[in-house]
Nanobody, 118 residues
Framework: QVQLVESGGGLVQAGGSLRLSCATSGLTFSLYAMGWFRQAPGKEREFVASVHWSATTRYADLVKGRFTISRDNAKNTVYLQMNSLKPEDTAVYYC????????????WGQGTQVTVSS
């Protein structure tokens, strides 16, 4: 059974930082691309960042230069370091996994709330 469990969300003031973690189990982590998505109230879920099994990273323009995604294959965990947070970053953040050859993200975590106060 595949599980993705996010942690590290919370309440932070604008300009602050948070580090999200996503611990995985039940999959061969090193063979999966990992992504972070977010969904704000009343909005659709949107892509934030991804890290390929080769460690190649990709970011949404809105977070480029502020967020950093990384992975630790030994711990089966992916991270999202978020700096210079803005109120518009407030959302539920979801971790996801995409298998090799898959065109879609196959597995999702339950989400962790990030709230940035002004």
């Amino acid at each position: 059974q595949v599980q993705l469990v996010e942690s590290g969300g919370g309440l932070v003031q604008a300009g602050g930082s948070l580090r999200l973690s996503c611990a995985t189990s039940g999959l061969t982590f090193s063979l999966y691309a990992m992504g972070w998505f977010r969904q704000a109230p009343g909005k659709e879920r949107e892509f934030v960042a991804s890290v390929h099994w080769s460690a190649t990273t990709r970011y949404a323009d809105l977070v480029k230069g502020r967020f950093t995604i990384s992975r630790d294959n030994a711990k089966n965990t992916v991270y999202l370091q978020m700096n210079s947070l803005k109120p518009e970053d407030t959302a539920v953040y979801y971790c996801s996994a995409r298998g090799a050859g898959s065109g879609t993200y196959d597995y999702w975590g339950q989400g962790t709330q990030v709230t940035v106060s002004s």
